[in-house]
């Protein structure tokens, strides 16, 4: 919730392979999103992506290539961001 606003961020679906470390990557990808002035609904959103991959890997750990995949997701909502906020 945010300014009085409700947030409703729907999961990723995916594959169930492993749920090991599934909250614990949704909350730090959640507070990093925060922590970088991403909005509420954007962060929640790379959190449920971030989840998803590791619930999707028998790993607790994203790979390189989640990672990158994670930075490129950011990147375009950054984007969007921007362009909603110079119309």
């Known amino acids: ?7 409703i961020i ?19 990808a959640i507070l990093h999103g925060i922590a970088n002035n991403l909005d509420l609904e954007h962060a929640g959103k790379i959190a449920s992506i971030t989840a998803s991959m590791i619930v999707n890997s028998e790993s607790t750990r994203l790979s390189n290539n989640h990672l990158t995949e994670i930075k490129l997701i950011n990147n375009q909502n950054q984007n969007l961001i921007m362009n909603h906020l110079i119309r």
Not at 1 to 7: A, D, G, I, L
């Open 1 to 7: 919730k945010s300014k009085e606003r409700t947030h």
């Open 10 to 28: 729907e999961p990723k679906k995916t594959t169930v392979i492993n749920t090991n470390g599934a909250g614990d990557a949704y909350a730090a």
